[in-house]
Every structure is written in structure tokens, then in C-alpha cells.
T-cell receptor, first 113, second 112 residues
Framework: GQQLNQSPQSMFIQEGEDVSMNCTSS?????WLWYKQDPGEGPVLLIA???AGELTSNGRLTAQFGTTRKDSFLNISASIPSDVGIYFC?????????????WGLGTSLAVNP | EAQVTQNPRYLITVTGKKLTVTCSQN?????MSWYRQDPGLGLRQIYY???????DKGDVPEGYKVSRKEKRNFPLILESPSPNQTSLYFC???????????FGNGTRLTVT
């Protein structure tokens, strides 16, 4: 099935560093969602974006819906050890399959205390 | 507490022995879905349901069945499990198809 291009695939950073990851598509999307999966748990919604250009924050996390509607990014500021996990982007395409939620393969984040 | 509950959390079975993984949500959500997660392949949708008695195939439906007889429950049935169905399974629900999803804690299935 269709997938989003999520990068980087993995990151290993020092505690306190800022993190940036992004998600791109060759087609237009109507929504962008960012989820985090802790080890052994199900994904949990971090931020939902519904409008081109929208910039939304959730604590140290900030995400944006790209103005071309083909990309989104997630930033984490001042990382801490509990930020460890897999971050997934997902979205609904502006196409005949608009009901389908398309997923990226995830960015695995490791934080060195 | 609003939640999606999956059972069991862990299951080891043998090839061909029918099994059911249950999923229940207490948020009155119309939309429910099953995913499998495999290393390097991300989350792949198996089946989804837009409402009671309305189900449809996702990207990897082969070897699976579902039913939605009540709004809160969406069981996943493997009639004749095979080793390639060894995976981590997640049930999820949302108000509608385009609402953020709430996920269960997963069921790790091993088929020998």
C-alpha cells in the first residue's frame, strides 16, 4: 500500500539536544498526524494538523502542516530520556482513498542521558 | 478511563489452530481498525470498520477475518494461523475515519 516517506529512520542524540524529523509525500494530504510509540505499548497521538501552514505545539513538541500540503515536520526541543521511542507520521490523502490513513515507517529515537 | 482493551497481550499457538484476539473500546467510537506491526514494515492495516456491521479490507487482509456486531467490540479471527502471521497486533478506534486513533496496548502473537 501507499506509504509516507519519513526521515530520518533513526536518531541517537544527547539529552538536551533538539530533534527534527519530517514526513513527505508525492501527493497532497488533508490531515497530518504525529504519534509516539513507547517500547511495548501502542502508539499515542502527539499532535493532529488539519490545515495547510498550521503550526501546533504540545509542550516541547512542535509540528507543522506544510504549505504545499505534501509534507509535515515534528520538532522536539531539549530532549529528555523519556522521549525515547518510535515516532510515526500519518495522514489522510486528498484522493479517492481519502478515508484511508497512510503511515510512515517511523523514526526511532534514542536519547543518551 | 477511556481506553481500547485487547486480549490477550501475549499468545503462542501452533499452525492451524483457530484463535481470536478480542478488542473492546469504551469511547462509543464508530471507527475501529486492526493493524499488524513488523520490524521494518511499520504499521499495516488488516481490516477496518466504519460502523456496526460495516467492515472492509485494509492492506493485508489475507488470512484474517473480523466482525462488528456491536459498536464496542471488534474481534480479529485467525481461522488457520500460519507462522507468517507471527507479529505484534494493534486494535485502534476513533470517532470517525478521519479522527485521531486511540490504540490498544498490543497483542504479541507467535505461531509455531
Amino acid at each position: 500500500g501507499q506509504q509516507l516517506n519519513q526521515s530520518p529512520q533513526s536518531m541517537f542524540i544527547q539529552e538536551g539536544e533538539d530533534v527534527s524529523m519530517n514526513c513527505t509525500s508525492s501527493s497532497i494530504f488533508n490531515t497530518w498526524l504525529w504519534y509516539k510509540q513507547d517500547p511495548g505499548e501502542g502508539p499515542v497521538l502527539l499532535i493532529a494538523l488539519y490545515k495547510a501552514g498550521e503550526l501546533t505545539s504540545n509542550g516541547r513538541l512542535t509540528a507543522q502542516f506544510g504549505t504545499t500540503r505534501k509534507d509535515s515536520f515534528l520538532n522536539i526541543s531539549a530532549s529528555i530520556p523519556s522521549d525515547v521511542g518510535i515516532y510515526f507520521c500519518a495522514g489522510h490523502p486528498n484522493a479517492v482513498n481519502y478515508r484511508k490513513l497512510i503511515w510512515g515507517l517511523g523514526t526511532s529515537l534514542a536519547v543518551n542521558p | 478511563e477511556a481506553q481500547v482493551t485487547q486480549n490477550p497481550r501475549y499468545l503462542i499457538t501452533v499452525t492451524g489452530k483457530k484463535l481470536t484476539v478480542t478488542c473492546s473500546q469504551n469511547m462509543n467510537h464508530e471507527y475501529m481498525s486492526w493493524y499488524r506491526q513488523d520490524p521494518g514494515l511499520g504499521l499495516r492495516q488488516i481490516y477496518y470498520s466504519m460502523n456496526v456491521e460495516v467492515t472492509d479490507k485494509g492492506d493485508v487482509p489475507e488470512g484474517y477475518k473480523v466482525s462488528r456486531k456491536e459498536k464496542r467490540n471488534f474481534p480479529l479471527i485467525l481461522e488457520s494461523p500460519s507462522p507468517n502471521q507471527t507479529s505484534l497486533y494493534f486494535c485502534a478506534s476513533g470517532l470517525s475515519y478521519n479522527s485521531p486513533l486511540h490504540f490498544g496496548n498490543g497483542t504479541r502473537l507467535t505461531v509455531t
